[in-house]
């Protein structure tokens, strides 16, 4: 075999499994890296300003693409900048590779510059985490790292280079290799047999899309069962996107924050639920005892571990969504339909009669009111992208989702900033597509500094902030949580506090300020054409009520709402 740099080796291993786009930040750790990439030409590589963007950035191109992102850094503070990112990923099932540089091995014992155990920090937030000594490993770690991060249950993985092992050369020919095999779990016959009894027997059933459908490639397969079977779907915040919301069974979301009125309903009425690649998060269920009621439940997840975390299911099956829901299909055909028009038309009429208003026509803009104007104005193939706050939790209620892997939310960990980075990712990804992110006035300058990645590189794509000068969330709770308080989270000053126009005209993009609902479908209209214009972010500011709150409640059987109702 031919002998080469063992980082031409790397670069050859991420070209073939799939990867066409890389964010980093070079250092002198990592260079042998960077020289490789240099040479070969094939890998765009986009320099962020902040190791944790670069991670965001991976993860909403992976998201989009359902291959693995790759993050770079050098030694030392890129790693553990990276640790938010990981975390991320980990929490919402997403691959990534995050590749670090590493002082030379005969070093790594004498607290030499930036040597950090980063293998160590990393463990906990990866499925795996791992430092190449042998420069003969490298490209077989390299495979390795791509088949966990896409296998069972996709999350991140990390690999840590030493300087001294990435300058040695290897025996590699790429003529003659490929990607590792990644087997699918496929169920117990004998399972899906006894799923498909529970679920004709049920007389008020609902499929429950969590995100493993998205993740799992099987929005298909789950519309075609549900019109099959002619069986309501709901969706976990994960799973928003897996059904088309405006289709006749889509019977909306359940829970105490993202949720609508009508899912609730209609989940409270139901007596069998079968949960597909869902996690039973506390903000989906709320109160466990009025949450499991008497309903029976089955639950079909990928990771074997899930099965029975949060409460035991009447049913659990260990299996790749899309497997599931093949092999349950063929068993239904063999059956014969079901009738399920008495439930279908009941959860068609509590979607048509239980809504949330949205027509606010006041000053200051009501939130609901921006979220009407996105759903009218944006087409279904339009990608989102959104964070954590009051924000997030009315595109939650309000915003509808259309296609798989095309509303995009860092749901577990929820690290605030996320919007910029990921919306980059997404765009890279589908350079072709529209990229809207929706962005709370806080987490908007938490990673502010990516956009000037978005200009550099001719990234355009539309930012939506609510903007409430509050950190709305943390004001809700302290106030109506039982706090009775107001405490530190009001960043409002001078006139309306950060002037986020000018911070986007700083880094060479544009933007708008909005007070006035009826300005706003003209923002938008404007911001899209900005921003093809521009090649660049643009940002539609709109100053909504300062404490505007959002429905919520401890269980969904007593949800508060705070404002009027259609």
């Known amino acids: 075999m031919p002998k080469i740099p063992v980082m031409q080796a790397v670069v050859e291993v991420l070209r073939s499994e799939g990867v066409d786009t890389v964010f980093g930040c070079p250092g002198a750790a990592i260079l042998p890296l960077y020289k490789a990439m240099e040479q070969d030409g094939s890998i765009e590589h986009l320099i962020v300003r902040h190791e944790e963007g670069a991670t965001h950035m991976a993860d909403g191109w992976s998201r989009t ?89 996709p999350g991140p993985v990390l690999i840590d280079l030493p300087i001294d092992v990435q300058k040695q050369e290897i025996e590699w020919d790429s003529t003659i290799d490929e990607p590792l095999p990644v087997q699918r779990s496929a169920p117990s016959d004998a399972r899906v047999e006894r799923a498909l009894e529970m679920l004709l027997a049920a007389e008020r059933p609902l499929l429950l899309a969590g995100g493993g459908v998205i993740l799992g490639e ?65 903000r989906h269920t709320g109160d466990l005892a009025t949450y499991r009621g008497d309903r029976k439940f089955i639950h079909v997840d990928v990771e074997p571990t899930q099965i029975g975390k949060v409460f035991g299911p009447d049913l659990g099956i260990v299996a790749d969504t899309r497997l599931f829901l093949k092999a349950l299909l063929d068993k239904a ?15 068609q009429e509590l979607k048509r009669t239980l809504l949330r208003r949205e027509d606010f026509d006041t000053v200051p803009v009501k939130a609901p ?22 924000y997030q939790i009315w595109s939650g209620q ?54 000037a990645v978005g200009a550099q590189y001719d990234v355009p794509f539309v930012l939506i902030m609510l903007n409430n000068e509050y950190l709305g969330l943390i004001r809700m709770a302290e106030d109506h949580g039982g706090y009775d308080m107001k ?24 933007g708008v300020r909005v007070a006035d609902p009826g300005e706003i479908r003209g923002s938008l209209e404007w911001a899209r054409k900005e921003a093809d214009r521009t090649r660049r972010p643009v940002l539609v500011e709109i100053m909504v009520e300062r404490e505007g709150n959002t429905a919520n409640g401890t269980s969904i059987a007593a949800m508060r709402e705070f404002e009027p109702l259609p």
């Open 218 to 282: 099987a929005s298909a397969e789950l519309l075609e069962l549900a019109e099959f079977l002619q069986v309501p779907v709901q969706a976990t915040l994960m799973g928003k996107g897996a059904l088309d919301e405006d289709h006749p069974l889509y019977a909306g979301m359940t829970g105490i924050q993202t949720s609508q009125r009508y899912g609730n309903a209609s989940f409270l009425e139901s007596d069998l639920v079968l949960a597909l690649g869902a996690r039973f998060g506390d």
């Open 369 to 390: 009111r921006v979220f009407k104007e996105i759903n009218e104005f944006y087409g279904p193939d339009t990608y989102f992208v959104t964070a954590i706050g009051l």
């Open 487 to 510: 405490y530190e989270v009001d960043i409002h000053y001078d006139t309306t506090g950060s002037d986020n126009v000018k911070i986007m005209e700083a880094y060479g993009c544009s």
């Open 65 to 153: 693409t359902g291959n693995v992102g790759v993050a770079i850094g050098t030694s030392g503070p890129a790693g553990t900048n990276m640790i938010t990112g990981l975390y991320t990923a980990q929490a919402d099932s997403v691959p990534i590779l995050c590749i670090t540089g590493q002082a030379a091995v005969s070093k790594l014992h004498q607290e030499a510059f930036q040597a950090v155990d980063i293998v160590s920090i990393a463990a906990p937030v990866t499925k795996w985490a791992v430092q190449v000594r042998e420069a003969a490993q490298m490209p077989w770690i390299f495979r390795e790292a791509f088949r966990i991060a896409r296998s069972g249950r």
């Open 398 to 451: 309000h915003q509808k989702a259309h296609r798989p892997r095309h509303y995009q939310v860092c749901g577990q960990a929820g690290p605030l900033g996320w919007e910029i980075p990921a919306a980059i990712g997404v765009k890279k990804a589908r350079p072709d597509a529209e990229v809207v992110g929706v962005v709370g006035d806080y987490s908007f300058q938490f990673l502010v500094e990516e956009l």
């Open 333 to 347: 055909k063999r059956h014969g339909p079901r009738d399920g028009g008495a439930w279908v038309e009941r959860c």
